[in-house]
């Protein structure tokens, strides 16, 4: 375990020099203070959790000290917003103090967001809310707890400083861990500024840091980006799965190693819906639940469009069509285990779209459905959640189909099929009105909230004693809330 001061920097984005980033120092939030903690992230870190409660963990994550060995910087990039391209973007509120090395050799950028402005802050005022913060740690924390890839949250400070959105907040800044800040929009900024040479050392850095294993392959670049391509489909599959909604998928918001990145007004569908848009900005619906997927494949062929002076666009195209395989084979991989099935089977994709199509006509809660139906026999568990739907005769069909599939799927206990299906379904999702709750508490003071839903949703397939109301649907005030898109 490591003491605050004990952390390893090596500090190589910012080596690349100032084409890539820019010097910039923290603005610290007046009166900074702890709201919570992850005492997970803070392992990644070798960090003792204990320091968190220390005032000099507060003084660092709210920009008032840093490490002698820190090397703050605002990283430039560019992306497709809502289709539309902006030639510049970048670190607006957020700077990459460091890297820092753990004990197992993992290295962590350590990621400072609301901490003041810089020359890419545009029009905005370089700080974070308390609200959005809250959420982005919540998600990140409960995201990776599900298995679903995610950038980290160390922690989040509170401050006493005023923020004005529609009215009147209070700043806060969060800690963000990943392995890389870079983003398909990094390499669209060195692409249509005609800057080839950065461009190259951008995908050199790239290649060799994460993705050192397609040095080997007879064409390096190709391999990475056919990498990519996998990771991003198990992402979006595992979203999909589990009911995730991104909000923002704008190409400066997607990872370069197909982790979910900058949250926003992200949402968890309560009852299923398709055609869920968690974000009232978006009124398209160009990323509504369903669209995640084809947005996934049109984002990549951004990226795609920036690598054409490495790799050719035959290569490229071909990568591309591997998207929606990959995605369709890890998807219902993820639902059969979802349905507790353990073999496959032709028609298994049907069973999935009739169990969903039901689901969105009776608007049926998608996290506790299935975690009921593993919770007995398959014969029992249909007969009692049967009151759930609207349409009793296409239910009744469908559950006949589903008692059949899993007499064939093999012959297990009820025992065994509860544990196995408990161990991919969810008791605990971050609801949007579970979010809004400790929120409401956290402004008020009371940062209790907070720690007790961080700490439920970090063990999400485990029933916890005493946390019944942290696994229900939402109350009726809670149920279509409107997530300010300011943050
Ligand atoms: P986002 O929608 O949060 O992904 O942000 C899009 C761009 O706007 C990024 O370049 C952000 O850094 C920038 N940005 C967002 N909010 C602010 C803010 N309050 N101050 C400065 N820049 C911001
Ligand atoms: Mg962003």
Known sequence: MKALDELTFDNRFARLGDAFSTHVLPEPLDEPRLVVASNAAMALLDLDPAVAETPVFAELFGGHKLWAEAEPRAMVYSGHQFGGYTPQLGDGR???????YNQAGEHWDLHLKGAGMTPYSRMG???????????????????????IPSSRALCVIGSSTPVWREKQERGAMVLRLAPSHVRFGHFEYFYYTKKPEQQAELAEHVLNLHYP??????EPYLAMFREIVERNAEMIAKWQAYGFCHGVMNTDNMSILGITFDFGPFAFLDDFDAHFICNHSDHEGRYSFSNQVPIGQWNLSALAQALTPFISVDALKEALGLYLPFYQAHYLDLMRRRLGLTTAEDDDQKLVEGLLKLMQNSGVDYTLFFRRLGDESAELAVTRLRDDFVDLAGFDAWAQLYKDRVARD?????????????AANPLYILRNYLAQNAIAAAEAGDYSEVRRLHEVLSKPFEEQAGMEQYAQRPPDWGKHLEISCSS
């Open 410 to 422: 093999g012959d297990y206990s009820e025992e065994q099929r509860r544990e196995r299906m408990h």
């Open 125 to 147: 005022d370089g700080r974070a809310v308390l609200r959005s913060s809250i959420r982005e740690f919540l998600a990140s924390e409960a995201l990776h707890a599900l298995g």
């Open 94 to 100: 957020g700077l990459l103090l460091g890297e820092v």
């Open 213 to 218: 294993e397609c040095r080997e392959q007879p």
